[in-house]
């Protein structure tokens, strides 16, 4: 059996990266939010614990910098700053107006959010939830 000779893209792999565009997924885990969320009147006036995930696909160009990609803290703060506009009946329009937030940064291309209500069913189940996917157009 013959042995290939191995290419340029396949013994340097910084060529491989600048060649073709490569996707990075950044992703940040459990951020504990304290909301005003709910339709039910013993809901409203007062906040409860969502958790939230969040992962992004962002175009990657090679950074090695913070200020050439998404910063980990930028995704905690727009989950807080949705908590900070007030009531908010449904879970479902949280993670939209969240999405809607990371996707303001232009490398986005792809957000998916994840936001699960604890208390929503307790003591009866561990969580409820939603989780949405939105792809930029």
């Not at 504990?32 to 160009?61: K, M, S």
């Not at 200020?67 to 949280?94: F, K, P, S, W």
Request: overall charge negative; charged content about 25%; hydrophobic content about 45%.
């Amino acid at each position: 059996m013959a042995v290939m000779p191995a290419t340029q893209s396949q013994t340097d792999p910084t060529l491989l990266l600048t060649s073709k565009v490569v996707v990075s997924k950044i992703f940040v885990h459990g951020i504990r939010i304290d909301a005003e969320v709910g339709v039910y009147p013993h809901e409203r006036g007062r906040t409860q614990p969502l958790l939230v995930d969040v992962e992004l696909d962002v175009a990657w160009a090679g950074a090695d910098r913070l200020a050439d990609t998404v910063n980990y803290e930028t995704i905690v703060a727009a989950a807080r700053a949705v908590a900070d506009e007030g009531h908010i009946e449904l879970v479902e329009l949280y993670a939209e107006h969240l999405a809607g937030r990371c996707l303001a940064d232009p490398r986005v291309t792809r957000v998916r959010v994840r936001v699960d209500k604890p208390e929503a069913l307790a003591p009866h189940a561990a969580g409820a939830g939603v989780e949405i996917t939105v792809v930029r157009g």
